[in-house]
């Protein structure tokens, strides 16, 4: 099956500077790649994905990039706010019928006002 | 319009009991999904169920666990004769479904902490 990883496991940035979070994946079937936010004490929210026919996707501050030969993607954050603070994860699957997807193991991302 | 919502919000139960944990997702969405978030954890695939298919199980950790889903609706996800190391947050996930877009929509969870 796939198998995900994702570092660091915690990352501190001053506000307005930029966070990477990079992942890796083990499936070269897989081909569709979310990431998504997790605030305290809520269930996580996708805030962006790409799919594998593109490098790369933007979002306004947020941007995801995919490296397929590599197998690994990554979220670039420019300009964080204190706002981002959050655990953010990544995840690969496939965007087929069968939907199923599997999870990194998170990022823990402060940003320091 | 309503996102998942679960129920209870919080479970506290001894050690051997049973407990059941509700799901309802979003209405319309035909793929729904259970997993377990242990504390400063990611999360732990459970189980699956698209429409009238059947459901993968292959997350479930024993047979302890146990999910159903009643047509396209609301699911319950069932742990008997809890242990401590059931102690985790419980998420639940609503998606359009197969062929759509893949988003899942994920409920806040129940926590449950088994003493």
């Known amino acids: 099956g796939e198998n995900v990883e994702q570092h660091p496991s915690t990352l501190s940035v001053q506000e307005g500077d930029s966070a990477v979070i990079k992942c890796t994946y083990s499936?070269?079937?897989?081909?569709?790649f979310p990431w998504y936010k997790q605030e305290l004490g809520k269930g996580p929210q996708l805030i962006i994905d790409?799919?594998?026919?593109?490098g790369e996707k933007k979002d306004q501050r947020i941007a995801v990039t995919l490296n397929k030969t590599a197998k690994h993607f990554s979220l670039h954050i420019t300009e964080t706010q204190p706002e981002d603070s959050a655990v953010y994860f990544c995840?690969?699957?496939?965007?087929?019928?069968?939907?199923?997807?599997?999870f990194g193991t998170g990022t823990k991302l402060q940003v320091i006002p | 319009g309503a996102g998942v919502s679960q129920s209870p919000s919080n479970k506290v139960t001894e050690k051997g009991k049973d407990v059941e944990l509700r799901c309802d997702p979003i209405s319309g969405h035909t793929a729904l999904y259970w997993y377990r978030q242990r504390l400063g954890q990611g999360l732990e695939f459970l189980i699956y169920?698209?429409?009238?298919?059947?459901?993968?199980k292959s997350g479930l950790p024993s047979d302890r666990f146990s999910a159903e889903r009643t047509g396209e609706s609301v699911s319950t996800l069932t742990i008997q004769r809890t242990q401590q190391e059931d102690s985790a947050v419980y998420l639940c996930?609503?998606?359009?479904?197969?062929?759509?877009?893949?988003?899942?929509?994920f409920g806040p969870g129940t926590r449950l902490t088994v003493l």
């Open positions: 169920f698209q429409g009238n298919s059947a459901p993968d």
């Open positions: 790409i799919r594998s026919n593109v």
């Open positions: 995840a690969a699957g496939s965007s087929g019928g069968y939907q199923k997807v599997t």
């Open positions: 499936d070269s079937a897989s081909n569709y």
């Open positions: 996930a609503s998606s359009p479904g197969a062929g759509r877009k893949n988003e899942q929509f």
